[in-house]
């Protein structure tokens, strides 16, 4: 899953990284001639003065041109990268190996887990590596610059690491004692207003006070302690805030006082030790990122298709299938095989599991366990119980269904009497003329393999007599789900649900 998303956030990530360097590499240089400047300064060195004067401020003018492009390098690419990945995680869920059981999950998934996702690799991540990368490169140079004063600046760099002891040792369990405190009082409140019948009727309502008064003194105790530990850590940032700003000029100005560093280094000096400070929080906002990133990649992980091979003797087979929805078990084993030519008619009572059962055959919905085992499933024609009341019109959808026989097309139109609803949008018509239009495509389709699910449902009496035709005229193999009986249709076959289990008659 990491390697899925890289792949597509590659570019951004090394345009991250590019742009977090450059602007070091580009202030460092311009920290050098400021450097050579104030030297050529102090020493008199009157004709040297004003070409470096003239190249450092060239040089700082020319610093915005390639700070500009990298910066509108990195933020095309990573909108393009960003919307790129957006599709293709689309194309998953339209194939169903990404599950997304409503528009509201669908939402979650591509509008908050994606960008979440895309913020870790094109932003997180590539200013992480960066500041680790400089921070080595500014402790590295000061100390080679003047060990003395480097190694001062970077011990002082260190003290940004309190704050984490501090929250990963005291304030965190606070933090979390807190949180438990909260979280029974909420139940508890919520217990006394499901049982609030029984306390009043066993007269045990002071003893639920007491209690609840008991849960109120702890909040209150644990909340205090909670604002305490935040006080102690906003003073504790504001203190290193403060020491890292001005300590760093207190620091190299005594050293310039006391002759171990130049004047003429303090540019240099400060620049570096600049960036040595501001690299140490994208470390921190990387170890944060990181575990949020994992956690929306654990609800973006996809599946492999449903499909796990080709049956050796049949058109589809399936054994042992179980599926559960809400902790409640729908199918517990359910094993069927379809051969080639099978006309099987799949019923149940309502809440068999049959549906759902279909569903997995037709590869709409994947089972919790379970091998389904089938072959050319593509070029299938499928029906489902239900469709989307789409905003399209009748002839949009259906010429956006490959491999329809338009001979056939026009007889099923005919037979169901809906032609003359084609121009008018899906969402405007009735259930019946809905599943007529959508029955016309399915036994239109040049496919050898049909599944219908309750085709029956809302058809009148004329419909049902002309499916039922239809289904005997058809040479492929049928899987036709239907909890009542329809006109004769031919079926060879009678498979029936019983507890999510098949009974073969």
Not at 215 to 220: E, G
Not at 282 to 295: G, Q
Request: hydrophobic share 45%; proline share 4%; glycine share 10%.
């Amino acid at each position: 899953m990491k390697s899925f998303f890289f792949s597509y956030f590659r570019r951004s990530f090394w345009a991250g990284l590019g742009w977090e360097l450059g602007c070091f590499g580009m202030a460092f240089g311009c920290s050098l001639l400021l450097s050579r400047l104030l030297e050529a300064v102090t020493a008199g060195l009157l004709p040297e003065v004003v070409p470096l004067a003239l190249a450092t401020l060239g040089a700082l003018a020319l610093t915005l041109v390639p700070r500009y492009g990298l910066t509108l390098f990195r933020e095309r690419t990573a909108l393009v990268e960003a919307q790129r990945c957006r599709e293709a995680l689309y194309s998953r869920v339209l194939d169903l190996t990404l599950p997304a059981a409503d528009g509201g999950q669908l939402e979650v998934l591509l509008e908050k887990d994606l960008p979440q996702v895309a913020e870790y690799y094109q932003r997180a991540l590539p200013a992480g590596m960066g500041s680790i990368t400089i921070t080595l490169c500014a402790g590295g140079l000061l100390c080679l610059a003047n060990w003395q004063v480097g190694l001062t600046l970077c011990l002082m760099d260190l003290t940004q690491l309190l704050p984490v002891i501090v929250y990963e040792g005291w304030a965190k369990r606070i933090y979390q004692r807190t949180r438990s405190d909260e979280e029974d009082y909420c139940a508890w409140m919520l217990e006394g207003h499901n049982g609030r019948r029984t306390l009043k009727a066993y007269g045990a309502e002071n003893w639920y006070m007491a209690r609840y008064r008991e849960k109120c003194r702890a909040i209150c105790r644990s909340g205090r302690q909670a604002e305490e530990a935040g006080a102690v850590e906003r003073v504790l940032y504001a203190a290193i805030d403060t020491l890292l700003r001005y300590g760093s000029l207190l620091v190299v100005g005594a050293f310039i006082l006391s002759g171990t560093l130049a004047v003429t280094q303090a540019p240099l000096f400060l620049v570096l030790s600049g960036h040595l400070f501001n690299a140490m929080e994208p470390i921190f906002d990387l170890r944060l990122a990181s575990i949020a990133c994992r956690e929306a990649q654990a609800r973006l992980a996809f599946r492999d298709p449903p499909i796990a091979g080709k049956p050796s003797a049949a058109v589809l087979a399936a054994e042992d299938i179980q599926k559960s929805f809400d902790g409640k078990s729908v199918l517990r084993g359910a094993t069927i095989t379809v051969n080639y030519g099978d006309r099987i008619w799949l019923r149940g009572d309502n809440g068999s599991g049959k549906s759902t059962l279909l569903s997995i055959l037709a590869g709409w919905m994947a089972p919790d366990a379970g091998q389904v085992l089938a072959e050319g499933r593509e070029n299938w024609a499928c029906l489902p119980q239900t469709e989307p009341e789409l905003t399209l019109t009748g002839r949009e959808v259906l010429s956006a269904i490959p491999g329809l026989d338009y001979g056939a097309l026009q007889n099923a139109l005919n037979g169901f009497q809906i032609r003359q609803l084609l121009d008018r949008p899906l969402d405007r018509l009735s259930g019946g003329e809905q599943k007529k239009l959508y029955l016309a495509a399915a036994l239109s389709k040049k496919a050898p393999v049909l599944l219908l699910d309750e085709p029956g449902n809302h058809l009148d009496s004329a419909s049902l007599e002309f499916l039922a035709a239809r289904l005997r005229e058809y040479e492929g193999t049928i899987l036709l789900c239907a909890h009542g009986a329809l006109p004769a249709w031919g079926h060879t076959r009678t498979i029936r649900m019983e507890g999510g289990v098949c009974h073969e008659y």
